[in-house]
C-alpha cells in the first residue's frame, strides 16, 4: 500500500483519537456503559461471562481487553475512543475519500459511542478491517487477505453477534472463488478464531449465545416500553 494513504490513515487515526478522547466521559457512565465499566473493573475469578445473564449480553472479547488495559472507568471509556478512532482510519483505506473519513469522524452516532464505554466502536473497527480483507481478496484473490476475512470474522463474533450477519456473504464470495484447500484452511481459522463463541453455542444453548434473555426485543417482537407509555 502506498505511503500517503497510510500517512493520511494515521493522521486520521490521531485526529479523531484526540478529539473523542477530549470530549470523553470521565467517570462512571449510565446504563449499559457504567454497566461495562463496573463488569471490567470488578471482574475477578467468575471469568470474563460474570455480571451478565447471557453470553448475549457478556461481549467477551471486549471486556478481556478492557480488563487487560484499564483500571479506572476513564480508561474504558478510551478503548472506546481508540477503536471508534481506528474505525475512522480504516474507513478511509476503504473509500480514499479525504473530506469523507473527516466527516465520518464528526458523525454523530460514531462521535458519541467513541465518548463512552460501549462495544460497538470495536465491532465497527473489526467490520471496517473484514471489509478490507474482502476487497483485497475478491481484487487480488490473496489466500492471506481470505485467511485474515475469516480470522477477523471470527474473532468479531466474541465482541458482538453481529458478524453473524456479514457471514453469510462472505461465505457467497469465498464459494465462487477459493479453491477448495483454500476454502478448507479458511473454515479451520475461522472455527479456531471463533472457538470460544462455537464452545459457548454447545455449552450454554443457541439462545443463551444468540439473543440471551432479550429475544423478543432484539427481534423486535415487542415494545421496550409499556404501550400505556408509548400512547401517552
Known amino acids: 500500500m502506498p505511503r500517503l494513504p497510510l500517512r493520511r490513515a494515521l493522521a486520521l487515526f490521531?485526529?479523531?483519537?484526540?478529539?473523542?478522547?477530549?470530549?470523553?466521559q470521565r467517570g462512571l457512565g449510565w446504563g449499559d456503559s457504567g454497566e461495562f465499566q463496573y463488569r471490567i473493573l470488578t471482574l475477578g475469578a467468575e471469568g470474563i461471562l460474570s455480571g451478565c445473564d447471557s453470553f448475549a449480553t457478556a461481549h467477551p472479547?471486549?471486556?478481556?481487553?478492557?480488563?487487560?488495559?484499564?483500571?479506572?472507568?476513564f480508561h474504558v471509556t478510551l478503548v472506546s475512543a481508540f477503536f471508534g478512532a481506528l474505525a475512522v482510519a480504516?474507513?478511509?483505506l476503504l473509500s480514499r475519500n479525504l473530506p469523507l473519513a473527516a466527516l465520518f469522524a464528526l458523525a454523530h452516532g460514531l462521535w458519541w459511542l467513541?465518548?463512552?464505554?460501549?462495544v460497538y466502536t470495536m465491532?465497527?473497527?473489526?467490520?471496517?478491517?473484514?471489509?478490507?480483507?474482502?476487497?483485497?481478496?475478491e481484487e487480488k484473490g490473496s489466500v492471506g487477505a481470505l485467511l485474515a476475512l475469516a480470522a477477523l470474522n471470527g474473532l468479531h463474533l466474541e465482541i458482538h453477534n453481529f458478524a453473524l450477519l456479514a457471514l453469510p456473504v462472505y461465505a457467497w464470495v469465498v464459494f465462487r472463488r477459493s479453491r477448495p484447500c483454500?476454502?478448507?484452511a479458511a473454515v479451520v481459522v475461522w472455527i479456531l478464531a471463533a472457538s470460544f463463541w462455537l464452545?459457548?453455542?454447545v455449552t450454554l444453548g443457541p439462545a443463551n449465545v444468540l439473543w440471551g434473555r432479550y429475544g423478543a426485543q432484539v427481534l423486535s417482537l415487542k415494545p421496550i416500553l409499556p404501550a400505556a407509555v408509548l400512547l401517552n
Open 199 to 201: 464452545w459457548c453455542l
Open 14 to 24: 490521531l485526529g479523531a483519537f484526540a478529539l473523542f478522547a477530549l470530549t470523553a
Open 123 to 137: 465491532s465497527l473497527c473489526f467490520f471496517a478491517a473484514e471489509l478490507l480483507a474482502l476487497r483485497r481478496f
Open 90 to 92: 480504516l474507513f478511509y
Open 61 to 73: 472479547l471486549y471486556v478481556a481487553v478492557c480488563k487487560i488495559f484499564c483500571s479506572t472507568p
Open 182 to 184: 483454500v476454502l478448507l
Open 114 to 118: 467513541s465518548t463512552v464505554s460501549e
